[in-house]
């Protein structure tokens, strides 16, 4: 028998992880992704392990995408020194994204120290540090895919491609037990088919055990020709009112598949003669490994390259890599189109782009990507008329333009089609997914297919068999504080800065830093209302 404890990815779309145990006391570790999105879930990324790092043998990334990789920095650090098995092309973007992701963790932490002492509270230390990160990344070794290979005896692994982004794979596992093979798959993050720029995801006939995504598993994407033309709409709508296009997008693939777009638009003569900014960083970097990996290409971008054209490029395309070109974005007037992370409204400079244009009457928002709950894209989406940019209320008045056919990932009709061509009778994991997603989505399966459907919790062990499956409880783990206790602390604490300032208020001895600290816990309380 095998045991896999899902650590992540369980329940949610963020934080994925799955830590698999062989009777012989192998542990292998699929994914291991930053939570993200909101208080209570990011403060999982601190929690224990659960196994010791030391003992990790062998982890295999499916993809990037820093819910599934953001991580790996923090497991180098606890003492993880086993191989990280991947694509190349995603070893390539991971060498870009979790250093940028270390930075952010050190940003991160040395505002909130700044913020602790003049609270007169202690110092915050970063999730890892870029050092850390440098560490981790002298673990991978990319592997092609389609190959089968021992990872150790016993165990023999296959990557496939998943059509989700560049580099992504779904990972087959095939591990001796005794006299049986069991063998598990992980979809990883499916791509849709007829996908921008990569290939459609690779078929699987068999396992006896199947852990699927299900972030679409209840919806259906708007096709692609529409989508395409309600993006047009969006960048025509802000151009007729001299407004820009703001698109918030993640740096890896979204960017890519939109500036791929706006080239078509451009060959077609139907983008306006406007500025075109991709103020990313990160996103820069990513589209150069894109442009460096070709031979990755679905047949229909290879046919723009053999034409002559680069895929990701235009004449009045911008690069704003410095803080300096950034700003003189929002400087000038006029329409224009900013490109810019990250993708869910969170952090980075999209949130500079936002809090002047947001209020905006005749400006553009276009969300192309998936916002999770508890994040500031999401509030958009759902219809907020104010949203929180740097502890500012900023208005929501620019049109905003929601296009779920830019996707990367599967809707429910995808999802099941590629499902339908396994001809085992796999068990199946529904995971990855908001709750109401994985319901919908398991509830399909068993309607359409008739299959044995589990949707597993965070920290549940699941004992895989041969011909047996046995579900454990979740694992004892230390409860993440809840909203109602976040707020209690605040308010005790903003109880005792103000009786301190009564007291300084009668001794005639009160200071600038006095009032900055209740307005600081104030700020926080702001902040969990908004985000509560």
């Given at each position: 028998?095998?045991?896999?404890?899902?650590?992540?990815?369980?329940?949610?779309?963020?934080?994925?992880?799955?830590?698999?145990e062989?009777?012989?006391?192998?542990k292998?570790?699929?994914?291991?992704?930053?939570?993200?999105?909101?208080?209570?879930?990011?403060?999982?990324?601190?929690?224990?392990?659960?196994?010791?790092?030391?003992?990790?043998?062998?982890?295999?990334?499916?993809?990037?995408?820093?819910?599934?990789?953001?991580?790996?920095?923090?497991?180098?650090?606890?003492?993880?020194?086993?191989?990280?098995?991947?694509?190349?092309?995603?070893?390539?973007?991971?060498k870009?994204?979790?250093?940028?992701?270390?930075?952010?963790?050190?940003?991160?932490?040395?505002?909130?120290?700044?913020?602790?002492?003049?609270?007169?509270?202690?110092?915050?230390?970063?999730?890892?540090?870029?050092?850390?990160?440098?560490?981790?990344l002298?673990?991978?070794?990319?592997i092609?895919r389609?190959?089968?290979?021992?990872?150790?005896?016993?165990?023999?692994?296959?990557l496939?491609?998943a059509?989700?982004?560049?580099?992504?794979?779904?990972?087959?596992?095939?591990?001796?037990e005794?006299?049986?093979?069991?063998?598990?798959?992980?979809?990883?993050?499916?791509?849709?088919?007829?996908?921008?720029?990569v290939?459609?995801?690779?078929?699987?006939f068999?396992?006896d055990?199947?852990?699927?995504?299900?972030?679409?598993?209840?919806?259906i994407?708007?096709?692609?020709?529409?989508?395409?033309?309600?993006?047009?709409?969006?960048?025509?709508?802000?151009?007729?009112?001299?407004?820009?296009?703001?698109?918030p997008?993640?740096?890896?693939?979204?960017?890519?598949?939109?500036?791929?777009i706006?080239?078509?638009f451009?060959?077609?003569?139907?983008?306006?003669?406007?500025?075109?900014?991709?103020?990313?960083?990160?996103?820069?970097?990513?589209?150069?490994?894109?442009?460096?990996?070709?031979?990755?290409y679905?047949?229909?971008?290879?046919?723009?390259?053999?034409?002559?054209?680069?895929?990701?490029?235009?004449?009045?395309?911008q690069?704003?890599?410095?803080?300096?070109?950034?700003?003189?974005?929002?400087?000038?007037?006029?329409?224009?189109?900013?490109?810019?992370?990250?993708?869910?409204?969170?952090a980075?400079?999209?949130?500079?782009?936002?809090?002047?244009?947001?209020?905006?009457?005749?400006?553009?928002?276009?969300?192309?990507?998936?916002?999770?709950?508890?994040?500031?894209g999401?509030?958009?989406?759902?219809?907020?008329?104010?949203v929180?940019?740097?502890?500012?209320?900023?208005?929501?008045?620019?049109?905003?333009?929601?296009?779920g056919?830019?996707s990367?990932?599967?809707?429910?009709k995808?999802?099941?089609?590629?499902?339908?061509h396994f001809?085992?009778?796999?068990?199946?994991?529904?995971?990855?997914?908001?709750?109401?997603?994985s319901?919908?989505?398991?509830?399909?399966?068993?309607?359409?297919?008739?299959?044995?459907v589990?949707?597993?919790?965070?920290?549940?062990?699941?004992?895989?068999?041969?011909?047996?499956l046995?579900?454990?409880p979740?694992?004892?783990?230390?409860?993440?504080?809840?909203?109602?206790?976040?707020?209690?602390?605040?308010?005790?604490?903003?109880?005792?800065?103000?009786?301190?300032?009564?007291?300084?208020?009668?001794?005639?001895?009160?200071?600038?830093t006095d009032?900055?600290?209740?307005r600081?816990i104030?700020?926080?309380?702001?902040?969990?209302?908004?985000?509560?």
């Open positions: 028998m095998i045991r896999i404890t899902c650590l992540g990815g369980a329940g949610s779309v963020t934080g994925s992880s799955y830590l698999l062989s009777t012989s006391g192998k292998i570790l699929v994914d291991c992704g930053l939570f993200q999105g909101g208080r209570a879930m990011e403060t999982r990324n601190w929690a224990d392990w659960g196994f010791d790092p030391r003992q990790l043998d062998t982890l295999f990334l499916t993809h990037a995408h820093i819910d599934h990789s953001g991580r790996i920095p923090k497991l180098a650090k606890d003492g993880f020194r086993g191989k990280i098995i991947t694509s190349p092309p995603t070893a390539e973007l991971c870009i994204m979790l250093l940028d992701s270390a930075h952010i963790q050190e940003m991160d932490a040395e505002w909130q120290t700044r913020k602790n002492k003049r609270q007169a509270n202690a110092e915050i230390m970063p999730l890892y540090t870029t050092e850390d990160a440098e560490v981790s002298k673990l991978f070794e990319p092609e389609d190959h089968i290979i021992e990872v150790e005896p016993g165990v023999k692994a296959r496939r491609n059509g989700h982004i560049l580099g992504s794979s779904i990972l087959e596992l095939w591990v001796d005794k006299d049986d093979v069991i063998k598990v798959v992980f979809s990883g993050d499916l791509g849709k088919k007829n996908q921008l720029i290939r459609d995801p690779h078929e699987i068999d396992a055990y199947l852990f699927i995504e299900s972030t679409y598993g209840n919806r994407h708007r096709t692609f020709e529409d989508s395409k033309k309600e993006l047009l709409e969006a960048i025509l709508y802000a151009e007729s009112h001299g407004e820009k296009t703001i698109i997008a993640f740096a890896v693939e979204r960017t890519q598949e939109i500036l791929y706006l080239g078509e451009k060959r077609d003569g139907l983008l306006p003669d406007i500025p075109i900014y991709l103020d990313s960083p990160l996103a820069i970097k990513a589209t150069e490994i894109f442009r460096e990996n070709k031979k990755y679905d047949e229909e971008a290879q046919a723009i390259v053999q034409q002559g054209y680069d895929p990701f490029n235009m004449p009045n395309l690069f704003t890599e410095s803080t300096r070109a950034s700003i003189q974005i929002n400087e000038k007037s006029g329409p224009a189109i900013v490109i810019a992370g990250n993708g869910m409204c969170t980075g400079r999209i949130k500079h782009h936002l809090k002047h244009n947001l209020w905006r009457p005749g400006a553009s928002l276009v969300i192309v990507g998936f916002q999770a709950q508890g994040t500031t999401r509030k958009i989406v759902d219809g907020a008329e104010h929180k940019i740097f502890r500012e209320d900023v208005a929501v008045r620019a049109k905003v333009f929601t296009i056919g830019f990367a990932h599967a809707d429910q995808d999802l099941l089609e590629w499902l339908g001809e085992s009778k796999p068990k199946v994991f529904v995971v990855h997914g908001e709750s109401s997603a319901k919908e989505f398991a509830q399909k399966i068993q309607e359409k297919y008739h299959l044995d589990h949707i597993p919790v965070w920290k549940e062990r699941l004992i895989l068999k041969p011909r047996e046995t579900i454990e979740p694992i004892e783990v230390e409860a993440a504080p809840t909203f109602q206790q976040d707020m209690l602390t605040a308010i005790a604490e903003l109880e005792n800065e103000m009786d301190l300032l009564k007291k300084r208020v009668r001794s005639g001895d009160i200071q600038e009032v900055d600290r209740i600081y104030q700020e926080e309380l702001q902040s969990m209302v908004s985000n509560g």
